[in-house]
């Protein structure tokens, strides 16, 4: 797929991005949770169906969860710290597209130029959600387990 427009980042996607990386940090797997998109959580819940299923009785689904939060903490441990968060998102339409991290920065990209050091991608999904006050709102949320 390829990407269709560029815009300047959201404060609610910087908060993501912000959110997902104190979630590596700090080892906070509900913190971690609370930025996946509804997909990533079946994903997590069916996986975790298929395998107490098939042989894994005595897997719980927090250990699981654990599981799946490790396994993108490997992914992105280079990121934990000093990362630059790019100014500009990358969309392939109005519901999906990429934010950029890159290592060892210590102020924002703004350079929207595409160059070797891209980074690495965080993908995004724009999901709808009810309120409490049963008002359907936009939430920008990762897309992370493919």
Known sequence: MEYQFTDKIQPQQM?????????????????????????????VYGSFRALHTNGFEDLSIEDWKKQSFKRIKVQYKEYIGEYGVASIVRYYNKLLGDLYLQKDVKDNITDTAETEKMGIKLPIVLQTCLTADDEIVGEWKLALFE
């Open 15 to 43: 908060g993501l991005v912000s959110d997902f990386l104190n979630s590596l940090k700090s080892d906070d797997v509900e913190l971690f949770w609370e930025s996946l998109s509804r997909e990533d959580k079946a994903y």
